[in-house]
């Protein structure tokens, strides 16, 4: 039972590169999220997903895009990657967090740039 | 729009002692609130949650919650604390009806003396 795959688990990118942090979920969730983690600061949302097609900017989107062409796969792409999004990303997905569903979370993945 | 406050970054225990991470949220409408465990180098996984039905919630390893609207405060609580709680913590609120985000507090993170 898969649940929430993230990859790569780590990264080193060199300021100014590009890259793109992939998720798959197997559970057939309508809803996925992209968080990043910052020592002290909890997790702040990039971005959502509500479902195929559909998605939205969270609280910290800047620097950042999104896809959603299927219901698995929900890809986080930095353009011009900058020190400030050295952090640790975690994708999430839930069948309906609005009616009180839990996410299910990937491993994360670190991401350092310098 | 929904948020959530952590207070105390760092919370402190003997083991066997009462644990106690406090949670407030604020949002427009009745909240449906969580808690999430995070142990080192790995994703977040659910503690327990609040959907509107019994206002004391009870989940795995022992932690329970009680979901106070007069408070607007959703503290967590052990009775006895045990070294393997040592992690971080994370409150979290999502909104009923059509709201599609899950909004994390800052994080609490527990040790435990031996």
């Known amino acids: 039972n898969a649940g929430v795959t993230q990859t790569p688990k780590f990264r080193i990118l060199k300021i100014g590169q590009s890259m793109t942090l992939q998720c798959t979920q197997d559970m057939n969730h309508n809803y996925m999220y992209w968080y990043r983690q910052d020592p002290g600061m909890g997790l702040k949302l990039i971005y959502y997903s509500v479902g195929a097609g559909i998605t939205d900017k969270g609280e910290v989107p800047n620097g950042y895009n999104v896809s959603r062409s299927t219901t698995e796969d929900f890809p986080l792409r930095l353009e011009l990657a900058a020190p400030s999004q050295t952090s640790v990303y975690f994708c999430?997905?839930?069948?309906?967090?609005?009616?009180?569903?839990?996410?299910?979370f990937g491993q994360g993945t670190r991401l350092t740039v310098v | 729009a929904q948020s959530v406050t952590q207070l105390g970054s760092h919370v402190s225990v003997s083991e066997g002692a009462l644990v106690l991470l406090r949670c407030n949220y604020s949002?427009?409408?009745?909240?449906?609130l969580f808690w999430y465990v995070q142990y080192p180098n790995q994703g977040l996984q659910l503690l327990l949650k609040?959907?509107?039905?019994?206002?004391l919630v009870k989940g795995i390893n022992g932690f329970e919650a009680e979901f106070k609207k007069s408070e607007t405060s959703f503290h967590l609580t052990k009775p006895s604390a045990h070294m393997s709680d040592a992690a971080e913590y994370f409150c979290?609120?999502?909104?009923?009806?059509?709201?599609?985000?899950?909004?994390f507090g800052s994080g609490t993170r527990l040790l435990v003396r031996p």
């Open positions: 949002s427009s409408v009745p909240p449906y």
């Open positions: 979290a609120v999502s909104r009923s009806g059509s709201s599609y985000k899950l909004i």
């Open positions: 609040y959907t509107s039905a019994a206002t």
């Open positions: 999430a997905s839930s069948q309906n967090p609005g009616r009180g569903t839990e996410a299910f």
